[in-house]
């Protein structure tokens, strides 16, 4: 078993007479993506919070490599980056110039900037004011800045929310690789497709209380519970048909006579499973 990084038990939070989270527990290791999915309001930015120091549990306990989430102090920054949708920038800068300013604050030398440009897209745009950003290329920026210092936990808060797709598609490709060289990264999203292609462990978190816990592909096929096959023939047709001996006979004999153009097994996705252990849909 790999280092633990994060580790959170039993964990609550209440606000006045409101709980926002409830017993929640997770771990996440180093070289680990966790995803913790839910709506608006779920308790996915408060979590966040917790495990930064920002907020204090109203019980439980919660650790970010090794340390009390409870006794934080500003060291704990030098070894975690942060990406959420208050991470802004310095749009009168240029690019180079906003993680110029945090690589003097984080002791990161001057020469690390340009290969981090360089593999988040930006290094064509260094001299551009950060204020003539595309979207997509803002976000890259914040993403940079949370990566500047190597950290060794990266949190995410909705780091793909409102971008295009091939924007989206290359954070993703970053963040795998980031993966790969042992960072732990605790993403939040509501975007289940997103978390099924990303992360090793997820969470579903509804209200406060996670819901599911388990592998992208454990919760799905606990759910499972009525088998279909999605078939669609040369001819245009397309089939749903329930697993039995008759489906098995009808799908062989399009088979010996080549009929079949796509055959799919019909497995939930995690968005389905959401709504119905929750009754809702996402937001």
């Known amino acids: 078993m790999s280092e633990t990084y994060i580790s959170v038990n039993h964990i609550s939070k209440k606000y006045d007479k409101d709980f926002v989270l409830k017993d929640v527990t997770a771990v996440l290791h180093k070289g680990e993506i966790l995803g913790f999915l839910g709506p608006s309001g779920a308790g996915k930015t408060t979590t966040i919070k917790i495990l930064t120091g920002q907020l204090m549990p109203t019980s439980g306990e919660a650790k970010v490599l090794g340390i009390d989430c409870q006794k934080i102090d500003e060291r704990i920054y030098e070894q975690i980056g942060i990406v959420t949708d208050s991470s802004g920038v310095y749009e009168r800068m240029s690019v180079y ?24 897209g930006l290094y064509e745009h260094r001299k551009k004011p950060a204020s ?9 920026l914040v993403v940079a ?17 409102g971008l295009d797709p091939s924007t989206a598609l290359e954070i993703h490709r970053i963040l795998r690789e980031l ?17 099924a292609k990303l992360c090793d462990h997820v969470a579903l978190l509804n209200e406060g209380v996670i819901v599911e816990y388990g592998t992208p592909e454990e919760i799905c096929l606990k759910y499972n519970t009525v088998k279909k096959y999605r078939v669609q023939l040369t001819d245009g047709t397309k089939h749903v048909l329930l697993q039995g ?28 499973v959401f709504l119905e252990v929750t009754g809702r849909e996402l937001q």
Not at 97 to 120: E, G, S, T
């Open 97 to 120: 110039d906003n993680l110029k300013y945090f690589a003097r604050l984080l002791n990161v030398p001057l020469a690390d900037i340009d290969p981090l440009l360089k593999r988040i």
């Open 132 to 140: 003539k950003l595309s979207k997509g290329q803002t976000q890259r």
């Open 145 to 161: 800045r949370a990566l500047l210092h190597k950290p060794k936990v990266l949190f995410l808060d909705e780091p793909t929310s």
């Open 179 to 195: 993966k790969e060289e042992g960072m732990a990264i605790f993403l939040t999203t509501h975007n289940m497709e997103e978390a």
């Open 245 to 272: 001996s008759d489906t098995a006979g009808r799908i062989a004999s399009w088979m010996e006579a080549d009929q079949i153009e796509t055959l799919h097994t019909c497995e939930p996705t995690l968005e389905s």
